[in-house]
């Protein structure tokens, strides 16, 4: 389908001098959506030419990325392993209809539901488990327990994931100055300024608090880079850090959706809109400057928005 760049004429964006476009990736898939789609493209056909029969990766309770690769597991037919942050949730009932009292508490929460729902084999581990997944050591052990498979890392980041990210702009089909993506483990956003042209620029709003490690991480992974660097990654919209949420980003969001017909969440693209916002009305861009935001889908995890994560 071709994705829509969908134009905001809000009275702020109308009154500012700003053209501001949203790149709707949310509209890839009804599953695989978002950064999510051009994460994995390149990752399934690499599994598919292996001939792994099985994906394993990584994810929290709520992950988007763990949601996406059950559905692409699903409907590419791979057996799929979730190895998931948090020992606790292994006894709950992940079976039953939760009340709305009880969603996003335990291993009764939606994202996991949907996972098992598509066929994904949860294996729940500790914090400190889950802390050292990336060793030799883990990652050994984890191949004698459910044997042969390709791994997907935590958030889908690796080289493969980012050359898919490298083709989410050509989908913009119109010139522009600035391009706005949310930050999480930085795949996407070095995929994104890896394609840029001359002229534009990345901006990254970061959803973690303290990241400032994530600047150099970025850079190691951009696969062309363009001398100078053309991002950057702004630091103060993460609203207390990963997950975290407060009624001014509840009501922007709130807000941001009545008048756009655009539904965000409150983990990525909520955090960022709200810094684009802020930043045109801080007269951060030129007049007259394009900027597309794109939007990282994400809204599974929607249903959890007034829930501790
Ligand atoms: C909806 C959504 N948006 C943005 C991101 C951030 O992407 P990245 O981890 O590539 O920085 C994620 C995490 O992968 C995500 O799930």
């Known amino acids: ?135 030799a050591e883990s990652i050994d052990s984890l191949r004698k327990q459910f044997g042969d498979f390709y791994l997907l890392p935590e958030g889908g980041t690796n080289d493969l994931a980012i050359k898919g990210c490298a083709e989410i702009l050509a989908l913009a089909e119109i010139p522009f100055d600035f391009v706005c993506c949310p930050v999480g483990t930085g795949g996407t956003l070095a995929g994104v300024i890896s394609s840029l042209k001359e002229d534009q620029k990345a901006l990254g709003f970061s959803v973690l608090k303290g990241a400032e490690f994530l600047e150099q991480k970025v850079q190691k992974l951009i696969i062309s880079p363009l001398p100078p660097p053309a991002g950057d990654i702004v630091m103060q919209y993460h609203f207390g850090g990963y997950g975290k949420h407060t009624p001014q980003l509840l009501k922007f969001i709130e807000d941001f959706e009545k008048q756009n017909n655009i539904s965000l969440e409150h983990v990525y693209t909520g955090k960022m809109m709200f810094g684009i916002y802020d930043l045109i009305k801080g007269n951060h861009f030129l007049k007259n400057s394009t900027v597309i935001a794109i939007h990282t889908g994400g809204l599974q995890g929607k249903l959890h928005q007034h829930s501790p994560v």
């Open 1 to 135: 389908m071709k994705i829509p760049l969908q134009k905001i004429s809000d009275p702020v964006i109308a009154a500012s001098g700003i053209d501001l476009f949203v790149l709707r990736l949310d509209m890839t898939h009804p599953h695989i959506s978002g950064n999510k789609w051009y994460k994995l493209k390149y990752n399934l056909k690499e599994a598919k030419r292996q001939k792994k029969e099985t994906l394993l990766t990584f994810g929290g309770a709520y992950s988007n990325h763990i949601a996406a690769a059950a559905s692409a597991g699903r409907e590419f037919g791979f057996k799929t392993i979730g190895i998931i942050r948090g020992e606790e949730l292994r006894t709950a009932d992940l079976t039953h209809n939760p009340s709305p009292k009880e969603r996003g508490t335990k291993g009764t929460n939606h994202t996991l539901r949907f996972a098992t729902d598509c066929g994904m084999q949860l294996h729940f581990v500790s914090r400190e488990e889950y802390r050292k997944k990336d060793s």
